[in-house]
Nanobody, 127 residues
């Protein structure tokens, strides 16, 4: 098993930046594909970005491409999400997730595939 704890959320003005972190503990961090998802009030949880265990392959939702950057430090057991040029529509609770069995690109974007989830961190972007 792996335990996940997000941090770094907060209130920021439109156009600003935030960096989210997700600290992992438990089994070997590099075994896991890691993802960031978000859920706005009244909406379903949606894929934001994901990164393979080695860090070599990264995937992004179209809505955040060229604004957000996912990265990981396997030595520190930590996942990051650098969010730039934030917009009010980025307001949501952001969750990190982990899974060791993902094999296809389609699976990487699917909420149901991930076995382990953090508690979430609130990001609010004011206009």
């Amino acid at each position: 098993q792996v335990q996940l704890v997000e941090s770094g959320g907060g209130l920021v003005q439109s156009g600003g930046s935030l960096r989210l972190s997700c600290a992992a503990s438990g089994r070997t961090f590099s075994y896991y594909t890691m993802g960031w998802f978000r859920q706005a009030p009244g909406k379903e949880r949606e894929f934001v970005a994901a990164i393979r265990g080695s860090g070599a392959y990264k995937y992004y939702a179209d809505s955040v491409k060229n604004r957000f950057t996912i990265s990981r430090d396997n030595a520190k057991n930590t996942l990051y999400l650098q969010m730039n040029s934030l917009k009010p529509e980025d307001t949501a609770v952001y969750y990190c997730a982990a899974d060791s069995k993902i094999s296809t690109t389609d699976q990487i974007m699917a909420v149901y595939v991930y076995d382990y989830w953090g508690q979430g961190t609130q990001v609010t972007v004011s206009s």
